[in-house]
Protein backbone atom coordinates (compact mmCIF):
# COMPACT_ATOMS: atom_id res chain seq x y z
CA UNK A 1 0.00 0.00 0.00
CA UNK A 2 1.08 3.40 -1.13
CA UNK A 3 1.16 5.87 2.04
CA UNK A 4 -0.48 9.01 1.59
CA UNK A 5 2.27 12.06 1.10
CA UNK A 6 -0.18 13.85 3.63
CA UNK A 7 -1.81 12.78 6.62
CA UNK A 8 -5.53 13.54 7.13
CA UNK A 9 -6.31 15.51 10.11
CA UNK A 10 -4.36 18.23 12.19
CA UNK A 11 -1.70 18.13 14.70
CA UNK A 12 -3.29 18.11 17.97
CA UNK A 13 -2.12 19.60 21.93
CA UNK A 14 -0.18 16.54 22.21
CA UNK A 15 -1.30 16.64 26.21
CA UNK A 16 -0.57 13.37 27.59
CA UNK A 17 0.91 11.59 30.92
CA UNK A 18 1.55 8.36 31.87
CA UNK A 19 -1.20 6.11 32.26
CA UNK A 20 -3.62 8.65 31.22
CA UNK A 21 -5.37 6.07 29.31
CA UNK A 22 -5.69 3.67 31.65
CA UNK A 23 -9.34 2.96 31.93
CA UNK A 24 -10.11 2.38 28.42
CA UNK A 25 -6.82 0.23 28.12
CA UNK A 26 -8.22 -1.94 31.11
CA UNK A 27 -11.71 -1.98 28.95
CA UNK A 28 -9.73 -2.76 25.46
CA UNK A 29 -7.96 -5.76 27.18
CA UNK A 30 -11.31 -7.02 27.90
CA UNK A 31 -13.46 -6.31 25.30
CA UNK A 32 -11.06 -6.93 22.44
CA UNK A 33 -9.39 -10.31 24.25
CA UNK A 34 -11.43 -12.95 21.84
CA UNK A 35 -9.92 -10.93 18.33
CA UNK A 36 -7.07 -10.30 19.69
CA UNK A 37 -5.97 -13.77 20.58
CA UNK A 38 -7.32 -14.99 17.56
CA UNK A 39 -5.86 -12.75 15.41
CA UNK A 40 -3.01 -13.60 12.83
CA UNK A 41 -1.63 -10.49 13.13
CA UNK A 42 -2.09 -9.46 16.35
CA UNK A 43 -1.74 -5.30 15.69
CA UNK A 44 -3.04 -2.39 17.29
CA UNK A 45 -2.70 1.00 17.01
CA UNK A 46 -2.63 4.24 19.04
CA UNK A 47 -3.36 7.08 16.84
CA UNK A 48 -3.06 10.79 17.88
CA UNK A 49 -0.72 9.57 21.09
CA UNK A 50 0.56 13.03 21.48
CA UNK A 51 3.99 14.72 23.05
CA UNK A 52 5.11 11.60 24.30
CA UNK A 53 5.34 7.92 23.82
CA UNK A 54 4.15 6.80 26.86
CA UNK A 55 0.65 6.05 25.86
CA UNK A 56 1.34 3.07 23.32
CA UNK A 57 3.67 2.00 25.69
CA UNK A 58 1.43 1.43 28.39
CA UNK A 59 -1.17 0.52 26.06
CA UNK A 60 1.29 -2.20 24.96
CA UNK A 61 2.24 -3.42 28.21
CA UNK A 62 -1.45 -3.87 29.07
CA UNK A 63 -2.26 -6.10 26.62
CA UNK A 64 0.47 -8.46 26.95
CA UNK A 65 -1.52 -9.91 29.51
CA UNK A 66 -4.01 -10.73 26.71
CA UNK A 67 -1.67 -11.21 23.52
CA UNK A 68 2.04 -11.74 24.71
CA UNK A 69 3.44 -10.85 21.24
CA UNK A 70 0.94 -7.96 20.81
CA UNK A 71 2.15 -5.33 18.68
CA UNK A 72 1.66 -1.52 18.76
CA UNK A 73 2.30 1.19 16.30
CA UNK A 74 1.57 4.76 17.72
CA UNK A 75 0.57 6.96 14.76
CA UNK A 76 1.40 10.71 14.63
CA UNK A 77 0.79 13.33 12.51
CA UNK A 78 3.33 16.01 14.25
CA UNK A 79 6.97 14.65 12.56
CA UNK A 80 9.08 16.03 15.75
CA UNK A 81 6.83 13.66 17.88
CA UNK A 82 7.35 10.85 15.69
CA UNK A 83 11.33 10.97 15.79
CA UNK A 84 11.35 11.73 19.73
CA UNK A 85 9.32 8.31 20.45
CA UNK A 86 11.39 6.27 18.26
CA UNK A 87 13.87 5.83 21.27
CA UNK A 88 11.33 3.72 22.75
CA UNK A 89 10.78 1.73 19.79
CA UNK A 90 11.47 -1.92 19.86
CA UNK A 91 10.09 -5.33 17.92
CA UNK A 92 6.65 -4.96 19.63
CA UNK A 93 6.06 -1.06 19.46
CA UNK A 94 7.33 0.87 16.70
CA UNK A 95 6.07 4.77 15.49
CA UNK A 96 4.79 6.34 12.36
CA UNK A 97 3.54 9.84 11.13
CA UNK A 98 0.04 9.57 10.04
CA UNK A 99 -3.47 10.57 10.88
CA UNK A 100 -6.43 8.97 9.80
CA UNK A 101 -5.49 7.14 7.13
CA UNK A 102 -3.81 4.61 9.42
CA UNK A 103 -0.70 4.15 7.35
CA UNK A 104 0.64 0.69 7.97
CA UNK A 105 1.17 -0.76 4.95
CA UNK A 106 -2.27 -2.48 4.11
CA UNK A 107 -2.42 -4.62 7.67
CA UNK A 108 -5.42 -4.38 9.61
CA UNK A 109 -5.57 -3.77 12.92
CA UNK A 110 -7.67 -5.48 15.65
CA UNK A 111 -7.76 -2.27 17.44
CA UNK A 112 -7.39 1.20 16.79
CA UNK A 113 -7.56 3.42 19.42
CA UNK A 114 -8.01 7.11 18.94
CA UNK A 115 -8.34 9.57 21.64
CA UNK A 116 -8.52 13.31 22.87
CA UNK A 117 -8.02 13.29 19.21
CA UNK A 118 -11.57 14.73 17.81
CA UNK A 119 -12.01 17.09 20.28
CA UNK A 120 -10.63 20.23 18.75
CA UNK A 121 -12.67 19.21 15.44
CA UNK A 122 -16.13 20.24 14.63
CA UNK A 123 -18.65 17.63 15.51
CA UNK A 124 -19.37 17.50 11.47
CA UNK A 125 -16.78 16.32 10.77
CA UNK A 126 -16.28 13.17 13.36
CA UNK A 127 -18.42 11.33 10.80
CA UNK A 128 -15.41 10.99 7.87
CA UNK A 129 -12.73 10.47 10.49
CA UNK A 130 -14.49 7.34 12.18
CA UNK A 131 -15.73 5.99 8.85
CA UNK A 132 -11.79 6.63 7.58
CA UNK A 133 -10.55 4.70 10.58
CA UNK A 134 -12.81 1.89 10.76
CA UNK A 135 -12.00 1.27 6.94
CA UNK A 136 -8.59 -0.13 8.21
CA UNK A 137 -9.79 -2.52 10.66
CA UNK A 138 -9.41 -6.22 10.57
CA UNK A 139 -12.99 -7.83 10.10
CA UNK A 140 -13.40 -8.58 13.90
CA UNK A 141 -11.41 -4.95 14.88
CA UNK A 142 -12.66 -2.07 16.72
CA UNK A 143 -12.04 1.36 16.94
CA UNK A 144 -12.62 2.53 20.04
CA UNK A 145 -12.22 7.13 20.68
CA UNK A 146 -12.83 9.01 23.14
CA UNK A 147 -11.83 11.51 25.66
CA UNK A 148 -10.61 11.89 28.94
CA UNK A 149 -9.24 14.60 31.11
CA UNK A 150 -5.33 15.17 31.93
CA UNK A 151 -5.03 12.51 34.40
CA UNK A 152 -7.54 9.97 33.05
CA UNK A 153 -9.48 9.81 35.99
CA UNK A 154 -12.50 10.32 34.01
CA UNK A 155 -13.51 9.26 30.33
CA UNK A 156 -15.95 8.35 27.84
CA UNK A 157 -15.81 6.32 24.69
CA UNK A 158 -17.49 5.11 21.52
CA UNK A 159 -17.00 1.50 20.20
CA UNK A 160 -17.47 0.74 16.21
CA UNK A 161 -16.69 -1.74 14.06
CA UNK A 162 -15.08 -2.62 10.85
CA UNK A 163 -16.49 -0.47 8.44
CA UNK A 164 -19.26 1.28 10.43
CA UNK A 165 -20.33 4.45 10.61
CA UNK A 166 -22.59 4.15 13.55
CA UNK A 167 -20.69 3.36 16.89
CA UNK A 168 -22.08 0.06 18.07
CA UNK A 169 -22.06 1.61 22.40
CA UNK A 170 -20.89 4.51 24.43
CA UNK A 171 -19.15 3.68 27.52
CA UNK A 172 -18.37 5.77 30.73
CA UNK A 173 -15.26 5.00 33.10
CA UNK A 174 -14.89 7.76 36.07
CA UNK A 175 -13.00 7.33 39.31
CA UNK A 176 -15.91 7.19 41.78
CA UNK A 177 -14.36 8.74 44.66
CA UNK A 178 -15.25 12.46 44.95
CA UNK A 179 -18.30 11.94 42.27
CA UNK A 180 -20.85 14.81 43.10
CA UNK A 181 -23.20 13.73 40.21
CA UNK A 182 -22.61 11.42 37.20
CA UNK A 183 -24.20 14.90 34.86
CA UNK A 184 -20.48 16.95 36.35
CA UNK A 185 -18.91 14.47 33.56
CA UNK A 186 -20.45 15.72 30.79
CA UNK A 187 -17.58 17.99 29.86
CA UNK A 188 -15.50 15.01 28.82
CA UNK A 189 -18.51 13.33 26.57
CA UNK A 190 -16.97 12.80 23.02
CA UNK A 191 -17.14 15.06 20.41
CA UNK A 192 -19.85 13.52 18.85
CA UNK A 193 -22.10 14.05 21.77
CA UNK A 194 -20.77 17.10 24.33
CA UNK A 195 -22.83 19.48 22.07
CA UNK A 196 -25.90 17.15 22.62
CA UNK A 197 -26.20 17.66 26.69
CA UNK A 198 -29.06 20.15 25.82
CA UNK A 199 -33.02 19.11 26.52
CA UNK A 200 -34.67 17.35 24.38
CA UNK A 201 -31.59 15.03 23.36
CA UNK A 202 -31.01 11.33 24.74
CA UNK A 203 -27.89 12.08 26.20
CA UNK A 204 -29.14 14.62 28.22
CA UNK A 205 -31.68 12.04 29.46
CA UNK A 206 -29.33 9.70 30.01
CA UNK A 207 -27.32 11.85 32.59
CA UNK A 208 -30.49 13.23 34.21
CA UNK A 209 -31.20 9.23 34.34
CA UNK A 210 -28.17 8.49 36.26
CA UNK A 211 -27.86 11.93 38.64
CA UNK A 212 -31.35 11.01 39.63
CA UNK A 213 -30.60 7.68 40.56
CA UNK A 214 -27.19 8.08 42.52
CA UNK A 215 -28.98 10.76 44.08
CA UNK A 216 -31.35 8.26 45.63
CA UNK A 217 -28.39 5.32 45.98
CA UNK A 218 -27.23 7.84 48.62
CA UNK A 219 -28.05 5.53 51.79
CA UNK A 220 -25.72 2.98 49.95
CA UNK A 221 -22.44 5.56 50.45
CA UNK A 222 -22.49 3.92 54.29
CA UNK A 223 -20.78 0.96 52.14
CA UNK A 224 -18.85 2.62 50.04
CA UNK A 225 -18.68 4.45 46.53
CA UNK A 226 -18.35 1.23 44.83
CA UNK A 227 -22.31 0.05 46.54
CA UNK A 228 -23.65 3.50 45.96
CA UNK A 229 -22.41 3.60 42.09
CA UNK A 230 -23.98 -0.01 41.58
CA UNK A 231 -26.96 0.18 43.84
CA UNK A 232 -27.60 3.25 41.02
CA UNK A 233 -27.18 1.33 37.86
CA UNK A 234 -29.06 -1.34 38.89
CA UNK A 235 -32.06 1.08 39.83
CA UNK A 236 -31.37 2.66 36.60
CA UNK A 237 -31.38 -0.54 34.69
CA UNK A 238 -34.47 -1.43 36.73
CA UNK A 239 -36.06 1.65 35.20
CA UNK A 240 -36.11 0.69 31.82
CA UNK A 241 -32.51 1.95 30.73
CA UNK A 242 -30.40 -0.48 28.66
CA UNK A 243 -27.58 -0.94 29.97
CA UNK A 244 -24.73 -3.69 28.17
CA UNK A 245 -22.64 -4.61 31.46
CA UNK A 246 -23.13 -5.13 35.24
CA UNK A 247 -21.88 -5.20 38.11
CA UNK A 248 -18.17 -6.36 37.76
CA UNK A 249 -17.58 -3.43 35.42
CA UNK A 250 -19.51 -1.18 37.72
CA UNK A 251 -17.43 -1.72 40.06
CA UNK A 252 -14.26 -0.06 37.98
CA UNK A 253 -16.70 2.61 37.64
CA UNK A 254 -17.91 1.92 34.19
CA UNK A 255 -20.97 1.83 32.32
CA UNK A 256 -21.33 0.62 28.85
CA UNK A 257 -25.10 1.53 27.14
CA UNK A 258 -25.92 0.66 23.65
CA UNK A 259 -25.42 3.64 21.32
CA UNK A 260 -29.21 3.65 20.58
CA UNK A 261 -30.14 5.02 23.99
CA UNK A 262 -27.77 8.28 23.33
CA UNK A 263 -27.46 8.59 19.51
CA UNK A 264 -28.32 12.29 18.77
CA UNK A 265 -31.95 13.61 17.45
CA UNK A 266 -31.80 14.72 13.73
Not at 20 to 41: Q, T
Not at 123 to 138: H, N
Not at 177 to 198: F, M, Q, T, Y
Request: net charge positive; aromatic share 6%.
Amino acid sequence: MTRSARPVGTITRGTTHPNRLRRVDRWIAHSCARPLRAASDPLVVDLGYGAAAWTPRDLRDRLRGVRRDVEVVGIEIDPERVHAAHAYADATLSFRRGGFEVPIDGRRPVVVRAFNVLRQYDESQVPAAWRAMTARLAPDGLLVEGTCDELGRHAWWVALGADEAVPRTLTLSTRLAGLAAPSDLAERLPKALIHRNVPGERVHDLLRTLDRCWAAAAPHAAFGVRQRWIAALTAARQGGLEVLDGPTRWRLGELTVPWSVVAPRD
